[in-house]
């Protein structure tokens, strides 16, 4: 932004027009709009005549970059606006629309005043003569006309902006100007007639906390817009939106009186109806700001009375499919299922719908079944209301909703919506199903579980806040105090569960716990046809026919609802859409609607049958394995050796030439290779592959330096210390030419790439107490495990010397492991939903991918599971943050007592078996990375690499916390040596 500004002023390049100039000002507008989501407190001035607000005023010492984007633009549009004033360029009545809308909201009232009234000088001199005082103003069209009042409204002077649209209207000189009253002139042929202007005066009056004066501009125009009923287009909303904005506004939402909370309803259905008489079209977005009102000043009789005496037909004509009336909905349903609450604590659920007042309002699990609809693309529907409902704020609204109601079954299905649309839950997320699980008794289904992250705290302050809970008596303390149990007894502190291992995680954690809320609910319940005491198994089963009563209803039966949503083409959001998140694309709207109308119980009280819903899921289960796979789409990456071999395709990549498909590199210096015989650190291994790049790169500018002197101490002319410093010409072509392929085992540790900017303290703490180790890395792709029984293989290769592009690169790291997995009777698929790496079927990875590649030379590089110890770190994370899928490991696949073993085909003669580890594997390995690769391998010289090694400290730890077992003989490597020079990490 500065150096566009820097350009914008440099006397010295040719100076921009004035239609350029104007064109400047209007992109840092919208830029400035785009980007002003959350807009910050105003800058205060000591002064109130100091031009603040101008850029020369801006002190020095703050950086541009730290602003916020909003006032980057606006001290951006006053500097373009200086160099038009120093160039003498009469500024446009447009440009200073644009710059004051910008001005809005970030300047204090009298920096406001002091802009307006300087951009109103400007374009209406006050030296000019009365007539060309006119002619200027006649050049200001109604959209600056609008702003200027704003800009005064905003100043609190909106009798300024008044008395501008005055004369401006008589510099008009319009025909047919009409009388409304004899006080009040209203142009109603000229500014009378735009919406733009009305909204501007009304919105005026609301920042000048003036709201009488708004209501009588309001009422002027309902006037005018009766009076001239052929020359005036049909009555608009947007004057009635700004007041009652104005309204919602200007209350304060905390400790309302009740009179005073029916006064401000009123007033705004009072508005409502006044659009119905004035016949006003009423759209959904109207009902959701009404409504929205209603549940934050915690009127609920109010918006009842208005939903089934004025707008019930309203919301039944438009289906409740409209992104902000679906989330107004959630917080009336919110506000009222809480008051029901207080006023009956015994209650159990809150069912809206006995009630005869809420006739007319949708059931939540309706609301939750539209979303759906709108989500899945099921509706016809705007990109832009599909990515509202496929967003994180209205799947928090409607959590919020089946939690406050206690409907916990809905609830875990539109937890199951954040993995299924691929959205990240909050933290926000986690509280709304946590805080109302406390407040609701539940504090049983919150205790943590042997090996998870716990929190403790004072018995004493914990029952301080079980008393702030109840708001009627102590009856939700005290039984929250029964469900403590023998714990709170015989400790002073008392745990609960803290936040899961990874942000990931969570709506599993979440929807474990709802489901012991569930069965808490229904073990206290009188149930209609059960007789006696049930057993655990019982209870479960119900729970589990609960929340599958629940997805069918909200989510269609089994087989209205596809759980892989692929197509050849692009969808409408994907292709139109930049506003959603990349991590929720990959859905195509259906080209027909689901037309489920499930009426079953919330929590399938009345059920004599779950038996037969068991059964029947099976069989529908039956019937989808039976039926033939559906064709995997296409993928940039290649996806199986023995695949591409039938079909003759070629290069693995479409980016590799038709010159290097069979290109042979064996005429290449061999990749040097080296098994680390011990654990190595993640840190030390990280070192060790910086210290062989920058030994690679140290040469070359060694050789650079050579070639320029004739010295032979090509080190001590270049300034580097990771190479020889007698080193000759040919040791060091030697060296900027060797690639090295590191094959080891890590001890254990979590990685993230670099989506991540810095760590989570509560996942680190929590995945360090299991004994392994936590980074993030520089490396592409999400979390993942790296421990003992994984063969972890870093290339480090000068890809330009093989003419491969990354993508290619990735390719054949994966064939590599494709052909060794072959090799010992391993069969693999295609990634499923366009994913890396190497999956032995659908739903198990095998092999993970992460590569980085710096100035064309490559580090990071595979992990392939190989022992069974391998996987158990990754019960604890979701795997590269894949929902629904699972690391398996090569003993697994081979055991021939294991789960997989009557999938894998008959081995022959050549396979090893189960009893194979690491180090062999890591053998086998060389011979199908050269094969694939094309180049010579060449076992590192023992002096090359040298390792010190020690024991492992943690070995107990990681035993019973990780379930990672270390033999005694296997050993940790503390420090490693590379031609003689230390790795420091």
């Keep these: 932004m500065a150096a566009f500004v820097d350009d914008v002023a440099n006397p010295n390049r040719t100076p921009f027009s004035l239609d350029e100039m104007q064109q400047f000002v209007v992109g840092m507008r919208i830029q400035s709009a785009k980007h002003a989501t959350t807009r910050p407190a105003p800058k205060r001035t000591s002064s109130t005549t100091g031009e603040l607000w101008r850029p020369s005023r801006l002190d020095p010492s703050i950086s541009a970059k730290s602003l916020e984007i909003p006032i980057q633009c606006a001290y951006a549009i006053a500097a373009i606006y200086d160099v038009c004033l120093e160039r003498q360029m009469q500024p446009t009545a447009k440009m200073i629309s644009a710059m004051l809308s910008s001005f809005l909201g970030l300047l204090s009232p009298d920096q406001m005043y002091q802009a307006a009234q300087t951009a109103l000088q400007h374009l209406v001199p006050s030296t000019a003569s009365a007539a060309d005082q006119d002619v200027h103003?006649?050049?200001?069209?109604?959209?600056?006309?609008?702003?200027?009042?704003?800009?005064?409204?905003?100043?609190r002077k909106p009798e300024e902006g008044e008395a501008l649209l005055s004369r401006w209207a008589k510099a008009q000189r319009a025909d047919g100007f009409t009388i409304v009253h004899a006080d009040e002139p209203v142009d109603v042929t000229g500014w009378g007639g735009n919406v733009v202007v009305w909204q501007s005066l009304i919105k005026s009056r609301v920042d000048a906390d003036d709201m009488d004066g708004a209501r009588n501009w309001l009422h002027r125009y309902r006037l005018a817009s009766q009076h001239v009923g052929k020359h005036y287009p049909s009555t608009q909303s947007e004057p009635y939106l700004a007041y009652m904005a104005g309204i919602r506004s200007k209350v304060e939402l905390r400790k309302l009186s009740t009179s005073r909370v029916q006064r401000v309803s009123?007033?705004?259905?009072?508005?409502?109806?006044?659009?119905?008489?004035?016949?006003?079209?009423?759209?959904?977005?109207?009902?959701?700001?009404?409504?929205?009102?209603?549940?934050?000043?915690?009127?609920?009789?109010?918006?009842?009375?208005?939903?089934?005496?004025?707008?019930?037909?309203?919301?039944?004509?438009?289906?409740?499919?409209?992104?902000?009336l679906l989330r107004a909905?959630?917080?009336?349903?919110?506000?009222?299922?809480?008051k029901a609450s207080t006023l009956a604590l015994e209650s159990t659920t809150v069912d809206l719908q006995k009630t005869g007042k809420w006739k007319g309002l949708p059931s939540s699990r309706t609301l939750i079944r539209s979303l759906v609809q709108v989500g899945e693309g099921n509706v016809v529907s705007s990109t832009e209301n599909i990515a509202s409902c496929r967003?994180?704020?209205?799947?928090?609204?409607?959590?919020?909703?089946?939690?406050?109601?206690?409907?916990?079954?809905?609830?875990?299905?539109?937890?199951?919506?954040?993995?299924?649309?691929?959205?990240?839950?909050?933290?926000?997320?986690?509280?709304?199903?946590?805080?109302?699980?406390?407040?609701?008794?539940?504090?049983?289904?919150?205790?943590?579980?042997?090996?998870?992250?716990?929190?403790?705290?004072?018995?004493?302050?914990?029952?301080t806040t079980l008393q702030s809970i109840a708001r009627r008596g102590d009856v939700p303390a005290a039984l929250m105090r029964r469900t403590l149990g023998d714990q709170a007894n015989d400790s002073d502190t008392v745990h609960v569960s803290a936040r899961p291992s990874s942000t990931l995680r969570q709506t599993q954690y979440l929807v474990r716990i709802l489901n012991k809320a569930c069965a808490a609910e229904m073990q206290d319940l009188q149930l209609e046809g059960i007789k006696g005491e049930q057993d655990e198994g019982s209870l479960w089963k119900r729970v589990k026919s609960a929340i599958q009563a629940a997805q069918d209803e909200l989510l269609g039966t089994l087989e209205e609802r596809k759980d892989e949503l692929s197509s050849s083409s692009k969808s409408l959001l994907l292709s139109k859409a930049p506003t959603l998140s990349p991590h929720r694309r990959g859905f195509k709207p259906a080209s027909t609607a689901c037309t489920s109308t499930s009426s079953i119980g919330r929590f399938g009280w009345r059920w004599n049958k779950n038996d037969g819903l068991d059964h029947a899921r099976q069989e529908q289960s039956t019937k989808l394995t039976s039926t033939q796979p559906a064709p995997c789409r296409a993928r940039p990456f290649s996806t199986s050796a023995v695949r591409r071999d039938a079909d003759s395709s070629g290069a693995s990549c479409d980016l590799a030439s038709a010159s290097n498909k069979d290109k042979d590199f064996t005429h290449l210096e061999p990749v040097r290779a080296v098994y680390i015989p011990g654990f190595v650190p993640y840190k030390l291994g990280l070192a060790l592959q910086e210290h062989l790049v920058k030994q690679r790169s140290d040469a070359r500018a060694a050789l650079r330096a050579l070639h320029e002197t004739t010295s032979r101490s090509a080190s001590t002319l270049s300034g580097h210390s990771s190479i020889s410093a007698s080193g000759s010409q040919s040791a060091l072509e030697r060296q900027a030419s060797q690639d090295t392929l590191l094959l080891l085992q890590h001890r254990p540790v979590y990685t993230e790439g670099r989506r991540h900017e810095q760590e989570d303290s509560m996942v680190a703490n929590h995945l360090r107490w299991l004994g392994a180790d936590y980074y993030l890395t520089k490396r592409g792709g999400q979390i993942t495990y790296h421990g003992p029984g994984q063969l972890v293989g870093y290339p480090i290769l000068n890809l330009a010397s093989m003419g491969l592009a990354s993508r290619c690169y990735v390719d054949r790291i994966q064939d590599s492991l494709i052909s060794l997995?072959?090799?010992?009777?391993?069969?693999?698929?295609?990634?499923?939903?366009?994913?890396?790496?190497?999956?032995?079927?659908?739903?198990?990875?095998?092999?993970?991918?992460?590569?980085?590649?710096?100035?064309?030379?490559?580090?990071?590089?595979?992990?392939?599971?190989?022992?069974?110890?391998?996987i158990q770190g990754f019960k604890h994370i979701v795997a590269c943050g894949i929902v629904g899928r699972n690391m398996t490991c090569l003993h697994e696949r081979l055991d021939p007592s294991g789960p997989f073993a009557r999938y894998n085909p008959p081995r022959t003669r050549g396979h090893v078996h189960v009893d194979e580890n690491v180090q062999s594997i890591a053998s086998s390995y060389k011979t199908h990375f050269a094969h694939v690769f094309r180049r010579r391998i060449a076992d590192a010289a023992p002096q090359e690499f040298q390792f010190e090694l020690s024991p492992e400290r943690d070995s107990h730890t990681l035993a019973t916390r990780l379930h990672v077992h270390v033999h005694p003989t296997e050993s940790v490597v503390s420090a490693i040596r590379v031609d003689g020079r230390p790795v420091v990490h």
């Excluded at 103003?137 to 100043?155: M, Q, V």
């Excluded at 909905?329 to 809480?338: T, V, Y």
């Design 137 to 155: 103003l006649r050049r200001i069209n109604h959209h600056a006309l609008s702003s200027f009042i704003h800009a005064f409204g905003r100043s």
């Design 821 to 870: 997995l072959g090799s010992r009777g391993v069969p693999t698929v295609a990634p499923p939903d366009e994913h890396t790496g190497v999956w032995a079927d659908e739903y198990h990875k095998i092999a993970s991918i992460g590569i980085q590649v710096r100035h064309r030379i490559s580090s990071h590089g595979f992990a392939l599971n190989v022992e069974n110890r391998a």
């Design 329 to 338: 909905l959630f917080r009336i349903h919110n506000s009222a299922a809480k």
């Design 266 to 324: 009123e007033e705004v259905c009072q508005v409502v109806r006044l659009m119905i008489a004035d016949h006003v079209p009423v759209d959904s977005s109207i009902i959701a700001f009404v409504l929205d009102l209603e549940a934050r000043v915690g009127n609920v009789d109010g918006s009842a009375t208005l939903i089934r005496n004025e707008l019930s037909g309203i919301i039944e004509a438009n289906q409740v499919y409209d992104a902000e």
């Design 391 to 463: 967003s994180r704020r209205m799947l928090n609204a409607a959590l919020m909703t089946a939690m406050s109601e206690r409907d916990y079954p809905a609830a875990v299905v539109v937890l199951n919506l954040f993995e299924r649309w691929r959205i990240t839950p909050s933290q926000s997320t986690y509280t709304y199903v946590i805080n109302p699980l406390a407040s609701q008794g539940h504090y049983q289904a919150l205790l943590p579980e042997p090996g998870e992250t716990k929190l403790s705290a004072s018995k004493l302050n914990f029952h």
